[in-house]
């Protein structure tokens, strides 16, 4: 009779045991947002990561711990998913990237801004005679960037936007003083080569000073 008590009394322990295991048994973590849980009893990084579908290394990752290392959690405990600092990584660097793209478009425009009032700023001289020569053609190195004037209007080294009446702009500098320039204060000589020069050889031009 006792051996049939001490097995009965057995039997009911390891039941209680097995009854106070299945009362612990791990509750999913408590969702605090879409971003973050609390940690229950029992709860472990690699319970919460499949219950939330991450995985251990990127939870780890998300709440700075050493990745693989032993993750000793508490109940109460906040975790933070990775969506999280995805989400955080991501509104960062669409800022920054925004802020750029102004940045960038706000240079363009003062950039294009300074290059129109440098093309565009001159004093105007009025309306000029324009005939075309070619320095190399009479033994002169002085290159295509000059143009000869009359020296008392346009001393050397004064720069000039020149428009022909065909709309072609051009930009020269004054370094010589020509037959013609010489004797028509109204009359510029433009460096050319002969390939280049237009048929009609003279036209007219409004000029403007530039520097």
């Known amino acids: 009779m006792k051996k049939v008590l001490s097995i009965a009394l ?10 106070a295991t299945t009362a612990n048994t791990v509750d999913a973590a408590t969702t605090v947002d879409s971003t973050h849980v609390t940690v229950e009893k029992g709860d472990t990084y690699k319970s919460i990561a499949a219950e939330n579908s991450t995985t251990v290394s990127a939870l780890e990752q998300a709440n700075c711990r050493t990745v693989g290392g032993f993750d000793l959690i508490y109940p109460g405990e906040t975790i933070t998913l990775p969506s999280a600092t995805a989400n955080t990584t991501s509104t960062d660097t669409s800022a920054a990237t925004a ?14 801004s300074t ?31 000059g143009v000869a004037a009359n020296l008392s209007v346009f001393p050397k080294g004064t720069q000039l936007k020149i428009t022909l009446s065909d709309g072609t702009v051009m930009y020269r500098t004054v370094n010589d ?34 520097a």
């Open 177 to 210: 003083t020509g037959t013609f320039a010489n004797s028509n204060s109204q009359q510029l000589d433009v460096a050319m080569p002969s390939s280049s020069i237009p048929s009609y050889g003279v036209t007219t031009a409004s000029v403007e000073v530039i």
């Open 99 to 112: 802020t750029a793209a102004t940045t960038n478009t706000t240079t363009q425009a003062a950039t294009t």
């Open 10 to 19: 057995v039997s009911t322990i390891v039941l209680t045991a097995l009854g």
């Open 115 to 145: 290059q129109s009032t440098t093309a565009t700023t001159g004093t105007s001289k009025g309306t000029f005679k324009i005939s075309f020569y070619d320095p190399a053609v009479l033994g002169s190195n002085m290159g295509y960037s």
